[in-house]
């Protein structure tokens, strides 16, 4: 989804992902998940109302990590897999 979407509960959009004391942000180990510290999941995602129904989404955000970090499914895996394949 895109930056701003709102959420299912209303809540616009945002990352969970929090920099770490004394880092500077230039590695992904530089930043922690915090729940609650934003409104999304540790994937960068979170529910929405799509045409009534409600659906899991993957969102880009503003700040780290802004986009989504993983998959959820089974499909996701076989996703991520394909991915692999193709770097090899």
């Known amino acids: ?13 945002a990352s969970s992902y929090k920099l770490k004391s004394g880092h500077d942000g230039r590695y992904c180990m530089d930043y922690e998940y915090e729940e609650g510290h934003g409104s999304l999941d ?14 899991y989404a993957y969102f880009a955000t503003d700040d780290y990590p802004y986009l989504f970090r993983n998959f959820r499914s089974e499909f996701g895996a076989m996703v991520a897999a394909m991915l692999l394949a193709l770097l090899v």
């Open 42 to 55: 540790y994937l960068n995602g979170g529910m929405v109302t799509i045409d009534g129904e409600d659906t």
């Open 1 to 13: 989804m895109g930056k701003g979407t709102r959420l299912s509960n209303g809540s616009s959009s």
